[in-house]
Nanobody, 123 residues
Framework: QVHLAESGGGSVQAGGSLKLSCVASGLTYRDYCMGWFRQVPGKDREGVALIDSDGTITYADSVKGRFTISKDNAKNSLYLDMDGVKAEDTAMYYC?????????????????WGQGTQVTVSS
């Protein structure tokens, strides 16, 4: 049984930093595309950053240069370093895994999801 657990969310002032973590069980990280999505009420879940199984990284244009995705296969952990956060980064952030996912793929097509961690940026 696959389980993804996010942590690290919270409240931060605009311009500040936050680090999200996702620990997985029941799957082997190196065999999966791992990513972060976010969602605000009333809107679709949108891709933020993703690491392919071969290590290729993609970012949404809105976070390029500010967010950094990384993973530690030995710890089955995925991270998202958020720097220079803005009010529009406020959302529920979700960790996701899929054997062949890509950042532009509909969120409904990703196989596994965590429960999410809330990030709130105050201006």
């Amino acid at each position: 049984q696959v389980h993804l657990a996010e942590s690290g969310g919270g409240s931060v002032q605009a311009g500040g930093s936050l680090k999200l973590s996702c620990v997985a069980s029941g799957l082997t990280y190196r065999d999966y595309c791992m990513g972060w999505f976010r969602q605000v009420p009333g809107k679709d879940r949108e891709g933020v950053a993703l690491i392919d199984s071969d290590g290729t990284i993609t970012y949404a244009d809105s976070v390029k240069g500010r967010f950094t995705i990384s993973k530690d296969n030995a710890k089955n952990s995925l991270y998202l370093d958020m720097d220079g956060v803005k009010a529009e980064d406020t959302a529920m952030y979700y960790c996701t895994a899929d054997p062949r996912g890509w950042l532009g793929m509909p969120s409904s097509d990703f196989k596994y999801w965590g429960q999410g961690t809330q990030v709130t940026v105050s201006s």
